[in-house]
């Protein structure tokens, strides 16, 4: 479930880990840096490489129709440094075909209204979905994460018994599929959250990005690769031999424990210059509050000249009492745009029209109340498009529509962005100005909506009307697209 930015969305506090108890510490002042170096004398040659993990399991099964323990090695080969300043390239199936503005016919004999519907009928068929993905992610990880979700999770993480642990789902947020949807509904806030229906037997064509949020609801997912702690994490690559623990093993929470430190090093090795997260006595003087590291990200934006990249590294932002790694949050933000645009870039050749809706829930632990935690992503997203614009700009994004609910800064700030390119940025209430709230946007292009979950859970084969994802499940056939059971889930991995 996701609380997002255009509507309320209730959510309550939990237990968290003790957060930064230095005091606060304003722009890049050098405060309360004598206690840091006090505290935190270590250097980073004398940080103790972590133990190995423990006893492996043996390569395993096939798929089946069911859903299946991953067994296997994770085979890596010799990969060459990821340039993430240039969209990949993808050879793919085309959706050049999608025309958004145009309700079309749904061949089901009885008419379609719903995602059971959808299920149920053995007339259509449903293409899956492309699946694109950092290039440090193993083959064997993506099958994983596509297939063993429970069937829900609203709020919750990893459980014991369960298939994916925290690390794992951490690093589908660098596996984002994309596919071809069909809506009988179009999302509305009335009374709460719900849909405007077609009229029977008609759809609206779509593409939905299933791309993974950082997840920063609870402690125990992106908030481990991005917080800093008092000694630096040193990153290594993952062994050529290493192998998925099946769930048995997981449930060992020395063994867990062990895995998950493996991969978490794996992803700050790929998403950090020096291939470390520095320790707090390392970062003195660089270490910004939320007001001055959200003025030094617009700085960046505005300026055309800035190196973003160059710019972060070893900074952080204090956020919520977290301090945090902007170097990792900017590069976790650039992967997650290049995989995803890569595609759409390459298969939208009639163009299409990008929607962003903040996702409320998914900033928890950073601040809701005020809105700060979405802003500070909202802020990181907007410089990974600038960071990539610069290098190779969206030719086939006519739109980018923004729900700035709560943050009509960052609007601007993207209207900079693009203001020199064929790239219109709007609100994205004004793509919804039909009938109820239904969509208006230009005819002859693909409107691009994003089903906001997380990790762990099938949400969109099982959540109902409590969110727009819900809303959108419920209301098309995007629960048939990304089926954790069908033989070709991951035919289209790029």
Same mark, same amino acid.
């Given at each position: ?19 930064h108890s230095g005091s606060s ?9 004598? !206690? ?5 004398? /270590? ?72 995602? #059971? ?8 068929? #449903? ?120 769930? /048995? ?33 390392? %970062? ?63 298969? *939208? ?13 998914? !900033? ?18 907007? !410089?990974?498009? *600038? ?47 039909? /009938?109820?709230?239904?969509? #208006? ?24 009307l409590s969110s727009m994802d ?19 889930? #991951?035919?289209?991995? %790029?």
């Amino acid at each position: 479930m996701s609380a997002v930015a255009g509507g309320p969305g209730g959510v309550t506090g939990g237990n968290f880990p003790p957060k930064h108890s230095g005091s606060s510490t304003p722009g890049s002042k050098n405060t309360n840096t004598s !206690a840091l170096s006090q505290l935190f004398q /270590k250097k980073l040659g004398q940080v103790p490489q972590q133990q190995q993990s423990g006893q492996h399991v043996k390569e395993g099964s096939k798929w089946s129709s069911q859903r299946s323990e991953v067994l296997g090695e994770l085979k890596l080969g010799n990969q060459p440094p990821i340039n993430t300043a240039r969209l990949k390239n993808v050879s793919a199936p085309s959706f050049t075909h999608v025309d958004s503005a145009t309700l079309q016919n749904v061949p089901v004999k009885g008419g379609v209204d719903t995602r #059971t519907d959808f299920l149920n009928s053995k007339q259509r068929e #449903t293409p899956p979905p492309i699946i694109s993905r950092s290039e440090f992610v193993p083959d064997k990880m993506v099958e994983h994460l596509m297939r063993d979700k429970k069937d829900s999770a609203l709020g919750i993480k990893y459980m014991e018994g369960d298939s994916i642990t925290n690390m794992e789902g951490l690093m589908h947020t660098f596996v984002t599929p994309i596919g071809e949807v069909v809506l009988t509904g179009d999302y509305i806030y009335k009374y709460g959250h719900n849909a405007t229906e077609f009229e029977k037997g008609k759809g609206r064509s779509i593409i939905m990005s299933f791309m993974i949020q950082p997840d920063f609801e609870k402690p125990d997912v992106m908030l481990k690769l991005t917080q800093l702690q008092n000694d630096a994490v040193l990153g290594a690559v993952l062994p050529e031999n290493s192998i998925l623990l099946d769930r /048995k093993s997981k449930s060992n929470h020395a063994e867990r424990q062990q895995y998950d430190e493996k991969l978490l090093k794996h992803m700050i090795y790929h998403l950090t210059e020096d291939h470390m997260l520095p320790g707090l006595g390392e %970062v003195e003087g660089k270490i910004f509050d939320e007001k001055d590291g959200l003025k030094l990200l617009d700085q960046l934006i505005q300026n055309p000249d800035s190196n973003i990249s160059i710019e972060l590294k070893d900074k952080v932002i204090e956020v919520n009492g977290y301090p945090l790694s902007m170097e990792i949050l900017f590069n976790v933000y650039v992967h997650l745009l290049r995989n995803e645009l890569s595609v759409l870039e390459a298969t *939208c050749m009639q163009g299409y029209v990008y929607t962003i809706d903040p996702p409320a829930i998914f !900033a928890q632990l950073l601040g809701v109340s005020d809105g700060m935690g979405a802003k500070v992503l909202n802020r990181f997203q907007a !410089a990974a498009f *600038c960071h990539l614009n610069k290098n190779q700009p969206f030719n086939k994004m006519k739109v980018l529509a923004f729900n700035d609910y709560r943050d009509k800064e960052n609007l601007n700030l993207l209207q900079h962005i693009f203001k020199n390119s064929g790239t219109n940025v709007q609100k994205k209430s004004e793509l919804f100005t039909g /009938k109820d709230g239904t969509y #208006t946007g230009p005819s002859g292009l693909a409107l691009v909506l994003h089903n906001n979950s997380d990790a762990f859970g099938q949400n969109i084969e099982t959540e109902g009307l409590s969110s727009m994802d819900g809303v959108m499940g419920t209301y098309s056939d995007a629960a048939c697209v990304i089926k954790r059971s069908r033989n070709d889930l #991951t035919r289209h991995m %790029v």
